[in-house]
């Protein structure tokens, strides 16, 4: 078993104190993790691929996933090849920094396209993508977020339709909540088909809390929790997948209010514990 953290668990030191990637990176190998996963969304320029990589190496810090923030469903064709393209190019920079898997989504609502539409773009634009990332040696991994993939049945039956060993799941233990879905009955569905797990918590708030929140399909909302201390049975998550001979990486994804160094140390601590 192998503990990561996500980069996006650390948002908050990145807009108020200005961390980069290398800032992170530290961090990470000081509170123990086995590896990274970086993002898109907090990449330097091109020129500092090398920097990166030689940190990374210096670190012994493995990147167990590369993030790219995609989105098919788009009006046009031109848009649609626009985002093909970037998500190739997310394949490439995740070769070159030695991973095997790039976290992908599928696309956002929209409400002049319609969901059927919308479905049929995401399919013909990921097909092309896992073509070429099985070209790379790249595993394509879709996380349960949003109106196209937010629950199990959608993102197997994807998996399913293109049928490709180089696309799978990204299981995301805490999103399941947001679509009043069981993440022990989503595993189920979709346990076969693992290729990462975003190792998160929610934790469920009343209507009348003032903080930020995360609002699910029913109105519920929601907090992020330090692992263990919301609502996943995260040890149950991890029992299925030591059955079902899961070997990939279990990543922190932290979202919640309180301080995101500290939160991710615990998260880190209880992972661990677990296994």
């Known amino acids: ?9 650390l948002d908050q030191y990145v807009q108020e104190h200005h961390w980069d990637v290398f800032d992170f990176i530290q961090f990470a190998k000081q509170i123990g993790c086995d590896g990274v996963e970086l993002l898109d969304m907090y990449w330097c320029e091109a020129a500092d691929m090398s920097r990166v990589v030689a940190c990374l190496e ?33 394949i490439d920079i995740a070769a070159h920094l030695d991973t095997q898997v790039v976290r992908i989504f599928c696309g956002d609502k929209k409400k002049c396209i319609h969901y059927s539409q919308g479905l049929q773009w995401i399919n013909e634009c990921m097909q092309e993508c896992v073509d070429y990332a099985e070209k790379r040696g ?8 949003g109106f196209f993939a937010g629950r199990s049945h959608q993102v197997q039956e994807m998996i399913v339709n293109i049928n490709s060993p180089f696309l799978g799941s990204t299981f995301d233990t ?16 979709l346990k076969h088909n693992v290729k990462h797990v975003h190792f998160k918590d929610f934790l469920r708030v ?5 903080g930020r929140t995360i609002q699910g399909v029913s109105g519920t909302k929601w907090v992020g929790a330090v692992a263990g201390q919301g609502e996943v049975d995260l040890q149950r998550i991890i029992h299925v997948l030591k059955q079902v001979g899961y ?29």
């Open 1 to 9: 078993m192998k503990t990561s953290v996500s980069m996006y668990s």
């Open 58 to 90: 210096r670190e012994n810090m493995p990147v167990a996933a590369y993030d790219t923030s995609n989105d098919f469903v788009q009006l046009t064709s031109q848009e649609r090849k626009q985002q093909v393209a970037k998500v190739k190019r997310d």
């Open 138 to 145: 790249i595993h394509l991994a879709i996380e349960n977020h």
């Open 174 to 189: 805490g999103n399941f909540l947001l679509v009043e879905e069981s993440p022990i009955q989503a595993l189920e569905v």
């Open 206 to 210: 009343p209507h009348d809390f003032t």
């Open 247 to 275: 070997t990939g990486w279990y990543s922190i994804e932290y979202e919640g209010l309180d301080d995101s160094k500290e939160s991710v140390k615990k998260s880190i601590a209880k992972l661990t514990a677990l296994v």
